[in-house]
Every structure is written in structure tokens, then in C-alpha cells.
């Protein structure tokens, strides 16, 4: 007899079904145009990278280090390979650090969920990632507002009312109410639609507020 969680989970495929939001696995026949992937510069497909990386690979020497990282870097999975690639990122982008993540959606959930602050505010644009979004569940902020994709105009607006929010806070409070921390999620390519934030124009908004630029790229 199928039990309760069963009936449970088979009512909500059921639910799912009746709304056309069932989703299914399928395997793409390598023959396909590829219009759907993230793989927007073809990386995956090139022979080039494909011969560097197992030239790479070949060249470590036995278990230095190991194939994989045998588990998480604060326990026993760092490695001097891990690090010298988080400083030639770091390098590229002309930054002080970077922070290698497993994956897209683990850095947008584990920036979401640590680096805003109780209080803080995060504006997003309408169409920024879903994994942002499950960050955004569990981040301290406290504020969560989208703005029109895209539209700067709106974004400014949204600026403006945290800011004399800010100011109303301080007159009324003294000096010890501190101005929010203000976070700007945005896409550098919007993935559903293929077009891209205008994050020259954001920069120059943004650096007025003090607010930060969050770019998903």
C-alpha cells in the first residue's frame, strides 16, 4: 500500500501536470544546434580546451594532488592547485581575491545567504537568475525588491527611496543609524532572452549611493 508521502508527492506531479510544469530529462542528439545551454562561447565543445585540460590533468604527478578534492577545503580538501588558481582568477579580473565555488548556483546561494547583513537592502533585476532568488531566501537582508529588467530609471527610484528612508532614520535617531548596505543584482547575459545589463550606466549609478554591484556572469 503506498504510503502518505507517496500520495503526498504523486498529487503534487499530478498539480504540476494539470499546470504544463512537469519538467522531464532528455539527452540532446549531438547533431542539435545548441540554443538552450550556458555554454555561450562553446567552451565545452573545443577541441583546444579539451586537449589543454587532459594535458593538464596527465601532468599531475601521482595523488599531488589527487583526483578530486576528497572534501571540503576547511577540513582537508585545500590544495596548493586550488589556490593557484583562485590567484590567476584574481589576476584576470584584476581583483585582490576570488573564491572558487562549485558551481554558479552554490556562489549565488552563498553569497546571498552570508554577505548581506540584518537590515541590509538587495535590489534585483525581475529577471535575475533563479538561483539568486534561492539565495535570496535565506539572506539576512532585510529588504528584497526587483526593479524593471533593465530599466534604470526604476533602479534609481528604488535608490532614492532607500536613501531618504536612510535620512528620515537618522534625523530621528541620531547619528548611530547607519546608512543600509545596498546590493544590485544584476545578469551580464540574461540566458531566456540573450540580451545583456548595461553595467557601465549601473556602475555610474550606483557609486553615488555607495551601493554594490552584484553581476552574475
Given at each position: 500500500?503506498?504510503s502518505?508521502?507517496?500520495h ?12 504544463s ?10 547533431t ?8 555561450f562561447?562553446?567552451?565545452a565543445r ?5 586537449s ?9 604527478p ?10 571540503s ?21 584584476h581583483t ?11 556562489a ?37 525588491k ?13 535608490l ?27 545578469e ?15 556602475v ?13 556572469e
Amino acid at each position: 500500500m503506498p504510503s502518505q508521502i507517496e500520495h503526498q508527492l504523486k498529487a503534487q506531479l499530478e498539480s504540476r501536470r494539470a499546470r504544463s510544469l512537469l519538467r522531464s530529462l532528455v539527452v540532446i542528439p549531438e547533431t542539435s544546434a545548441d540554443f538552450s545551454s550556458n555554454d555561450f562561447l562553446g567552451l565545452a565543445r573545443s577541441p583546444t580546451l579539451n586537449s589543454r585540460f587532459l594535458h593538464e590533468l596527465a601532468s599531475f604527478p601521482k595523488h599531488a594532488p589527487p583526483l578530486g578534492s576528497t572534501g571540503s577545503r576547511l577540513l582537508d580538501g585545500n590544495s596548493h592547485y586550488a589556490e593557484e588558481l583562485e590567484a590567476i582568477i584574481a589576476d584576470f579580473h584584476h581583483t585582490e581575491a576570488a573564491l572558487i565555488f562549485n558551481s554558479g548556483f552554490d556562489a549565488n546561494v552563498g553569497f546571498f545567504s552570508c554577505v548581506p547583513q540584518p537590515g541590509d537592502v538587495i535590489l534585483y533585476d525581475e529577471y535575475i537568475h533563479a538561483s539568486v532568488h534561492d539565495g535570496m531566501k535565506v539572506t539576512r537582508a532585510g529588504i528584497k525588491k526587483a526593479f524593471l529588467h533593465n530599466d534604470l530609471e526604476h533602479l534609481t527610484e528604488l535608490l532614492n527611496t532607500v536613501r531618504r528612508e536612510d535620512q528620515e532614520r537618522a534625523a530621528t535617531v541620531g547619528s548611530q543609524a547607519k546608512e543600509r548596505n545596498v546590493f544590485v543584482a544584476v545578469e551580464s547575459v540574461y540566458s531566456m532572452d540573450g540580451d545583456t545589463a548595461p553595467l557601465r550606466e549601473i556602475v555610474d549609478l550606483l557609486e553615488p549611493h555607495g551601493a554594490h554591484l552584484i553581476v552574475d556572469e
